[in-house]
């Protein structure tokens, strides 16, 4: 599978520039059709708390990957029940058509994301070009039971999709490692770079291997990373260091047994 990662400066509640921005970009990739594109979280509008309608972002996700031939995962707002929103990650198939969605299972609460958006309630795994994928969103990072629970569903990719800000960036690149060590998968990255009227963020893109080794990396500037992940590496791996076989072979009580009371060595 060959990924196109779009890193760019995302206009804050701008979705037509922002569709400006992605195609001009995709067609400086010159994409030769069957590439997995992969765009940040909210890719048209920026973490806004102030969408009050879903942008068209289905009707240009599905019109680009017609164009181009490829299949597109990207991170857009979808309606749910209560006024509420969604923070989704669509596949969108190359020929236009909807492959998949997901929704944020963490909705970030320390800025208030969980007033505005409801919680998803179901990982998501779903093949593609021999793999199994799933996506996550940004705050989702920090629940390793997530992904750990995607790799349970048969996952050995798992894509983030992010606004992380550069105040966090260090938890970024270490839990993006950590998640593929742990789950010996292949993790993709993919953040924004610039500025919105409450954070900066600094990009890190990035693709690792399921060793955790780092095969691509960008830096702080928008750019596109290119990266290749295949199902037989993953089998090596797993196969060559089979830790993911003694994942219940140790179970955790729910209720921790207190430690027997100590003897006095006098005797009392």
Not at 98 to 113: I, M, R, T, Y
Not at 153 to 168: D, T
Not at 199 to 228: D, F, N, V, W
Request: with cysteine; aromatic share 8%.
């Amino acid at each position: 599978m060959r990924i196109l990662a779009l890193q760019y400066d995302i206009a804050w509640e701008n979705p037509p520039a922002n569709y400006a921005r992605v195609r001009t970009m995709l067609q400086s990739a010159s994409p030769t059709g069957g590439e997995l594109v992969v765009l940040p979280e909210m890719f048209s509008t920026g973490f806004s708390m102030n969408v009050l309608q879903p942008p068209p972002d289905r009707q240009f996700i599905s019109e680009l990957a017609r164009e181009f031939g490829v299949s597109i995962l990207a991170g857009t707002i979808a309606e749910a029940a209560g006024g509420k929103r969604f923070n989704q990650a669509l596949l969108i198939s190359s020929d236009g058509a909807e492959a998949a969605c997901f929704n944020k299972l963490h909705p970030f609460s320390p800025a208030g994301e969980n007033q505005y958006f409801t919680a998803g309630t179901d990982i998501l795994v779903t093949s593609f070009q021999g793999l199994r994928i799933a996506p996550l969103i940004c705050y989702d990072l920090r629940f390793p039971e997530s992904f750990r629970s995607a790799v349970r569903l048969g996952a050995n990719v798992m894509m983030v999709i992010a606004n992380w800000p550069e105040a966090r960036i260090d938890h970024w690149t270490t839990l993006l490692r950590a998640r593929a060590i742990e789950n010996q998968s292949y993790v993709l990255g993919v953040n924004r770079v610039g500025r919105d009227p409450h954070c900066s963020y600094p990009g890190r893109s990035m693709a690792i291997s399921p060793s955790g080794t780092i095969l691509a990396e960008l830096g702080g500037q928008e750019g596109i990373l290119i990266a290749h992940f295949d199902s037989a590496t993953v089998q090596k791996y797993r196969a060559e260091f089979p830790a993911l076989a003694d994942m219940n072979r140790c179970p955790i009580s729910a209720e921790p047994k207190a430690a027997p009371p100590r003897r006095d060595p006098a005797g009392g």
